[in-house]
């Protein structure tokens, strides 16, 4: 009977073993599954950056951009977003002279009147979006701005520079931004 005091049984010994056992094993599939949905998240990330690569290459294609091709390259857009899922929104900015480039330009949507020479001519910057809200999007009045806003914040921006038609047969300078995005 002496030799026996501390003793529960064969079972009842090892349960303080098997606590830390649990707890590594919970610790095991929580990291498990961290790591699965970072994974996941990253490889949306490049599938939404690759479709908007691929969706920049429909737009710069020529490197000239007309009004008449924008509609056109627009309509091609809405096929290819439609096809790969994706939402995008296009800014064609005609800048027509000294470009001023910054990040919080891209996404705003201008209307001006350039002079060349003698000749004046309306330049408006052009819009291209699968979302209503945005392509409905236009400055009311010359001097106004009118911004955009991305309704997803992990959207990806690229900004290309292009040639653009400014009116009376004149050539000037260009950037399209394309924003691509999935869901909101």
């Keep these: ?11 009842g010994d090892d ?15 929580t990291s498990m599954l961290y790591v699965d949905s970072q994974f996941s998240e990253r490889n949306a990330y490049l599938e939404t950056r690759s479709a908007t690569l691929q969706l920049s290459y ?4 020529k490197g000239f951009m007309g009004d008449s091709k924008f509609l056109e390259k627009c309509t091609e857009m809405k096929l290819f977003a439609s096809k790969k899922q994706l939402k995008f929104a296009t800014i064609l900015k005609k800048y027509c002279g000294p470009m001023v480039f910054s990040k ?4 705003k949507i201008t209307k001006s009147t350039k002079t060349f020479g003698l000749v004046s001519a309306e330049v ?5 979006s699968s979302d209503e809200k945005i392509s409905s999007t236009v400055p009311k009045d010359p001097l106004l701005v009118e911004a955009i806003s991305i309704p997803s ?14 009116g009376n047969s004149n050539r000037g300078l260009g950037l399209i931004t394309i924003a691509g995005w999935r869901g909101a």
Excluded: H, Q, R, W
Aim: with cysteine; hydrophobic share 55%.
């Design 1 to 11: 009977m002496l030799g026996l005091k501390g003793f529960i049984g064969p079972i």
């Design 15 to 29: 349960i303080p073993s098997i606590f830390p056992i649990v707890a590594g094993i919970l610790i095991f599939l």
């Design 58 to 61: 429909v737009a710069t294609d």
């Design 104 to 107: 919080s330009e891209n996404l």
């Design 124 to 128: 408006e910057d052009m819009i291209c």
């Design 153 to 166: 914040k992990n959207a990806i921006l690229l900004s290309y520079p292009i040639a653009v038609d400014c």
